[in-house]
């Protein structure tokens, strides 16, 4: 039987993680056709539904046991395929080989990277590894073509080499409704440097009084673990307290109570390779307001307002300008509905990945 060797162990992040956890689903449900061995991050919760052609192998990623099992499978149950859905894989094999591209600071300038020296030591050495995986690998998948335009550059992988396979729609979304929207603004993102959390604070710091008189709220969805010291200060500081308020991470399926009411959705990420809750945003007919970066206009053409990046004034006459003009905002709405349209669900996905 056809067998399939699917890397989903470095999947850590949010969007990623949750690829990992529908991807699962839908096998365990639906396939018939390949013995599959999937290796899933050591803390997954895996889904109830059951199927006796998938091992499922709990593995920490990088560590000796991740490493004696890979080399292990790789050439002695010798797969067909292998799909290392997160980046990095430096052993040539003899199957196709289909990696991930889903890390933006692999692509991006490290000057440009405002992180600590340690970690931009850290981001060099898995610019190198990945650099290295890419050179064994039959296809390098991105999730949007900006991404597939840089990592073709940097990278100098040939074009025949390289796919894009947007992310599914992972969650079951029934028709939206324009009626019963809170004065909620969301922005659905777990905490890092470059997801700039701390430019809503400052837009709120500035603008407070325009928030609490117009009694408009912004949730937060920062697990405890995320929570760094100056985000610990903004979370605690009046009076900007009273207008965001941080929920803490949440399952996917409990997000569909905060899509179905919120107003807007503002979503500041200064990179993204793909952005998941953006296009869940577009399918709820949830209105965005994100900055005039590539990633954020390749996906919200016709449901976004696009503010200059790093301007608070701008981004807050947008988040303004559809808090007062129904029309404007009815005109997004619309757009998402047109928008939503375009995306996959997770078998459409599934099987043009393996037609790779």
Sequence with gaps: MYTILIDSANTTSAGTGNVTKILLSHLNRNNKDFKIIFYVPIDFVQPPEKNSLILIKKIKAFSLYYFINLIFDLYFINPDKIIVLANYNIFPT???KIIFMRHPY???LIDEIQIPFIQKAKEILRRLIFRISTLSSDFIVTQTKLMHDKTKLIYNIPTEKMRILKNPIMLNIAKPNKNGRN?????????HPHKNHLFIFNLVDKYYNYFLQNNISI????????IDDDLKRYLSKYPIRNIIRNIGEINIEDLYY???????HFFPSKAETFGNPLIESICFGVPLVVPDLPYAKELCQGCALFYRHEDIDDAFNKIKQLFESNECWSQLFEGCIIESNTFINISQWWNELISF
Excluded: Q
């Design 183 to 191: 004065n909620d603004i969301i922005y659905i993102s777990r905490f």
């Design 219 to 226: 949730t937060l969805t920062i697990g405890n673990s995320y």
């Design 106 to 108: 692999l692509v991006k």
């Design 94 to 96: 003899s199957g196709k």
């Design 258 to 264: 905060y899509y179905h009411n919120a107003f807007i």
